[in-house]
């Protein structure tokens, strides 16, 4: 059996990110830096096997775990030395953010909590020639952390399902640099909202200015949540967004995210709220 060590980039993009409303700049930051995991395993799971992220065993999805395989790959261009850590997360996640959509079943997974973690191997098995990276889907709890589940995620998305696993903010994502996801059945102040994922261009080319991703995303943003809230006419809901740093774009995540926001902390949801109060 060969033993593998790896590292794990946990990637929370859509709450890591810089912010934007139509009323209200923001500012671009870089995403989080990958914590570190070890593994033993013969051979690296195949798209579509489950497994926790403590180690490359698959296991039944049937059983507790808290990582899927959703695509597996090689990286290809990279010095004999082992990279830095910001060249291994550009070479290894884009293909990941790649992979989410199609094997989620909707364009809105950047909208929830089923989030892309990419392992690739440590110095030492680089050293041995490894080049492999893994590409995995996760849910993730309000502290960022995976959550253990039972069941595939394959094509999850496709049906009614946004809503169990809707992103919520506690804090504003038109305002505030750092944004701390909450239960969506407690106190928030902003939803993301379905058909509220905003292309913005391809990793490769050179990272937008805020102003010309805001300018993208603005009339797509006011219309995905107009249509989430039923109304056009509120004043105390409004579009907000959260772009990509140059960091984050370079590692693959190349859109906006759409938000609506209220102008105080609320219970209950948004969706269909039309022009009713705010529920306290």
Same mark, same amino acid.
């Given at each position: 059996?060969?033993?593998?060590?790896?590292?794990?980039?946990?990637?929370?993009?859509?709450?890591?990110?810089?912010?934007?409303?139509?009323?209200?700049?923001?500012? +671009?930051?870089?995403?989080?830096? &990958?914590?570190? +995991? +070890?593994?033993?395993? &013969?051979?690296?799971?195949?798209?579509?096997?489950?497994?926790?992220?403590?180690?490359?065993?698959?296991?039944?999805?049937?059983?507790?775990?808290?990582?899927?395989?959703?695509?597996? %790959?090689?990286?290809?261009?990279?010095?004999?030395?082992?990279?830095?850590?910001?060249?291994?997360?550009?070479?290894?996640?884009?293909?990941?953010? %790649?992979?989410?959509?199609?094997?989620?079943?909707?364009?809105?997974?950047?909208?929830?909590?089923?989030?892309?973690?990419?392992? =690739?191997?440590?110095?030492?098995? =680089?050293?041995?020639?490894?080049? =492999?990276?893994?590409?995995?889907?996760?849910?993730?709890?309000?502290?960022?952390?995976?959550?253990?589940?039972?069941?595939?995620?394959?094509?999850?998305?496709?049906?009614?399902?946004?809503?169990?696993?809707?992103?919520?903010?506690?804090?504003?994502?038109?305002?505030?640099?750092?944004?701390? &996801?909450?239960?969506?059945?407690?106190?928030?102040?902003?939803?993301?909202?379905?058909?509220?994922?905003?292309?913005?261009?391809?990793?490769?080319?050179?990272? &937008?200015?805020?102003?010309?991703?805001?300018?993208?995303?603005?009339?797509?943003?006011?219309?995905?949540?107009?249509?989430?809230?039923?109304?056009?006419?509120?004043?105390?809901?409004?579009?907000? =967004?959260?772009?990509?740093?140059?960091?984050?774009?370079?590692?693959?995540?190349?859109?906006?995210?759409?938000?609506?926001?209220?102008?105080?902390?609320?219970?209950?949801?948004?969706?269909?709220?039309?022009?009713?109060?705010?529920?306290?």
């Amino acid at each position: 059996m060969n033993r593998v060590r790896l590292a794990v980039a946990i990637i929370l993009s859509s709450v890591a990110l810089s912010a934007c409303a139509i009323h209200i700049g923001g500012q +671009a930051i870089p995403g989080p830096m &990958p914590s570190t +995991a +070890a593994a033993d395993a &013969p051979t690296l799971p195949k798209v579509g096997q489950c497994m926790n992220s403590s180690e490359l065993k698959p296991v039944d999805c049937a059983a507790s775990h808290d990582a899927e395989v959703m695509n597996v %790959g090689e990286m290809t261009g990279l010095p004999s030395t082992y990279p830095d850590t910001q060249t291994l997360r550009k070479t290894a996640l884009p293909p990941c953010y %790649g992979a989410i959509n199609d094997y989620l079943g909707s364009a809105d997974a950047g909208a929830t909590r089923l989030q892309v973690w990419a392992f =690739w191997p440590n110095e030492a098995s =680089w050293k041995k020639g490894d080049r =492999w990276r893994l590409c995995t889907v996760v849910e993730l709890t309000p502290d960022g952390k995976a959550l253990p589940r039972k069941g595939t995620l394959k094509a999850i998305l496709k049906g009614s399902a946004f809503n169990t696993y809707q992103i919520c903010l506690g804090g504003s994502p038109s305002k505030d640099p750092d944004v701390k &996801p909450v239960a969506c059945n407690g106190a928030h102040m902003a939803e993301a909202v379905p058909g509220g994922i905003v292309p913005l261009g391809k990793f490769s080319d050179p990272t &937008p200015s805020k102003e010309q991703m805001s300018a993208i995303a603005k009339d797509k943003c006011t219309k995905a949540v107009q249509d989430y809230v039923g109304s056009d006419k509120r004043t105390d809901v409004f579009p907000a =967004w959260r772009m990509p740093g140059s960091q984050g774009w370079s590692e693959g995540w190349t859109y906006a995210i759409c938000y609506a926001e209220a102008n105080r902390t609320f219970n209950g949801m948004l969706l269909g709220i039309r022009d009713n109060p705010l529920p306290n």
